[in-house]
């Protein structure tokens, strides 16, 4: 979310603005912790629980995404945290997917929103979420996805029929796993929960034997390399563990996570590991190659960017 979008609906709406402003709430100046992140990203809920508020915040990362050059745009959000006695989790889903669609047609960006489960909330919640999101499957919802604090809640168990729920609509399958538990995560999310994607996966690069496997199942990892510096889950990024799911065989694709938080695009994040991060451009095209193989899109999407990359 934008900052001064963030200052003029608290200002509609009444929010005390957090201390240091709204741009200081947003963004963080240097790496820190994934504790530190997650306090940046959560400085914008208050603001988000409103269904205008959340049709406004999506349709501009869509024009924000197009400013800076995308060829395809997935977000991803976790409903639940938005949820109000006024404002149920289908209404707050329709909201993004609205605001999603009216960005799309003012800039021509295809989007896809992928909805998270939250390992935190309890089992109803999540069923409700995976139900919602599959009630709007071919209506501008393309996957699922779990996240949240591993460390605390780190077993798949628990998400095995909302992820059923999902795979029946047809939804795409992906999961943060390995993010913050151990390498066997991965693997885990993918045997369990029948994902292709896994986000982040960072610690799936400390075990030869799951990268072995991964890429032998054809799975792909969603790597934010600036992100996992500012969170702590990787040293630099010609030290992060994309090279060695790359040198094992695996499936990369790249995003930028939350470009506000970390102040950057994906174009930056593509210039930057080709500049200094040990990213060839040959790595680069077969990542493109992936992200258009992997991606959750319509078929018409997906043939009319593997046109124009070829």
């Known amino acids: 979310m934008r900052a001064e979008t963030a200052a003029a609906i608290a200002r509609e709406r009444g929010v005390p603005e957090p201390h240091g402003g709204w741009e200081a709430a947003l963004r963080m100046q240097a790496p820190a912790d ?6 940046h990203v959560a400085a914008a809920y208050p603001v988000m629980g409103f269904e205008d508020a959340l049709w406004r915040i ?68 999540n069923l409700e979420v995976a139900r919602a999101a599959a009630a709007h499957a071919g209506n501008g919802v393309v996957g699922l996805d779990v996240a949240g604090d591993e460390l605390r809640w780190p077993s798949n168990e628990a998400y095995v029929e909302p992820y059923r729920i999902a795979a029946a609509a047809g939804l795409g399958l992906t999961a943060h796993a390995a993010e913050a538990s151990g390498a066997g995560a991965a693997r885990e999310a993918a045997e369990l ?14 075990d030869p034997d799951v990268l072995a496997w991964a890429a032998g199942h054809g799975l792909t990892f969603e790597v934010c390399a600036t992100s996992n510096i500012y969170t702590g889950a990787a040293r630099s990024l010609r030290e992060h563990p994309l090279h060695a799911f790359l040198a094992a065989g695996a499936g990369v694709v790249l995003g930028n996570d939350n470009p506000v938080t970390i102040d950057r695009s994906l174009a930056d994040e593509e210039r930057d590991l080709l500049a200094g991060g040990g990213l060839t451009s040959d790595q680069l095209a077969a990542i493109h190659r992936r992200a258009v193989a992997v991606g959750f899109m319509d078929d018409s999407v997906r043939s009319g960017l593997r046109a124009r990359f070829h």
């Open 58 to 125: 999506a349709r501009e990362s869509v024009e924000d995404a197009a400013a800076t050059g995308d060829d395809f745009l997935e977000i991803r959000f976790g409903p639940a945290t938005h949820r109000r006695a006024e404002l149920p989790i289908h209404a707050v889903i329709g909201a993004v997917r609205d605001g999603l669609a009216e960005g799309s047609r003012a800039t021509g960006l295809p989007t896809g929103l992928v909805v998270c489960l939250l390992r935190h909330s309890d089992r109803e919640t």
């Open 193 to 206: 929960l029948g994902v292709k994607r896994i986000g982040h996966g960072t610690h799936a690069a400390d």
């Open 34 to 39: 994934l504790t530190v992140f997650l306090a």
